[in-house]
């Protein structure tokens, strides 16, 4: 662990202990608890208190103003569960260790102990979760310059990894947008990009060097994510427009495809052999391949005729592969 991760690290359990202690701590006291000498203690307390964090000094004791740091929240059961669900998805939306994530789920936690502490364990048990998976440092410092770019309106150089082609590529990227996909659990920034002097989606997975600048740059009063996502089955688009693909999936799974609505475009149409046909808009069938797959013979892409022979390639393929001979055309 590097030396800014231990501190930033610190001043999250310092804050977490001094809000959870009424009558607050000394700074010997928070020494001995630490680790550390008590100088590097009051370092602490005033980054904390330049973090804005409510801290203030009764004696030669430090505790949290909680009127200071933040508006307390009456939440019913019901919202107590809302919060704990949004906190779930964000702690499976990827498959990166994220020391942001466990932070933000065990503050989630601490918060609701009092009003509903079986929520609570299931959410430090969600940090826990994260906490346990591989550090990939390099991840963790791309969506950091990242997310502080899109924050700052600072434009952040990098480094690409690309996914069709076996190169790296450096680039000067403006964030607009962060966005999670479910879809390979993966992190997506949706920007302008000039190496390609046009906006771009890349998969912050695949930075693995970002460093923020002090360029600065405004988003385009025309850039609007949720239009721009509208026809993207996960944060994939075309410039040039959405492609229409239509399904037929067979009896035995119709109820399961209508039991959810997959895609805001989305048309299903019964058939008089109970089968039904499903048409939706996407803006790239790159993702959208893997959720066609997924229901195996079950369902038939009929259109448009290259996706639905890409699909038929894979299926022979895949028979070869199990040693059948299938013939092509």
Known sequence: MSQAENIYGRLDAIERLLASAPTGR??????????????????DLL???????????????????????????KLSNDEALALYLAARLLSRHSDEHNPHVVRALEKLADALS??????AGHMKRAADAVRARKVRREYVAALEAMTQGWAEGRKVRLRYRSYTKDETTE???????????????????????????ALR?????RVYEARLTDERFAVPEAFDPQQLLASAWG????????????????????????????????????????????????????????????????????????FREEIAAEVREMARAYGMEVADG
């Open 235 to 306: 944060v994939i688009w075309r410039d040039e427009g959405a492609i229409e693909v239509t399904l037929r999936f067979a009896p035995g799974v119709v109820r399961r495809v209508k039991e959810s609505t997959w895609h805001p475009s989305q048309r299903i149409e019964d058939l008089a052999d109970g089968s039904c046909l499903f048409t939706v808009l996407v803006g790239s069938t790159m993702e959208f391949r893997p959720w066609v797959r997924q229901w195996g013979s079950a369902v038939v892409v009929l259109s448009p005729a290259t």
């Open 114 to 119: 009092a009003k509903s502490p079986l929520i």
């Open 201 to 205: 989606t890349l998969k912050i997975e």
């Open 47 to 73: 980054r904390l208190e330049d973090l804005g964090t409510g801290l203030i000094k009764h004696g030669r004791r430090y505790l949290i103003d909680h009127r200071r740091s933040f508006h307390r929240v």
């Open 171 to 197: 680039r000067v990227f403006a964030p607009y947008f962060i966005e999670p996909s479910g879809i390979g659990y993966a992190c997506y920034a949706i920007g302008y990009d000039e190496l390609r002097g």
């Open 26 to 43: 000394t700074t010997g006291e928070l020494a001995q608890q630490f680790g550390v000498d008590a100088d590097t203690i009051r370092r």
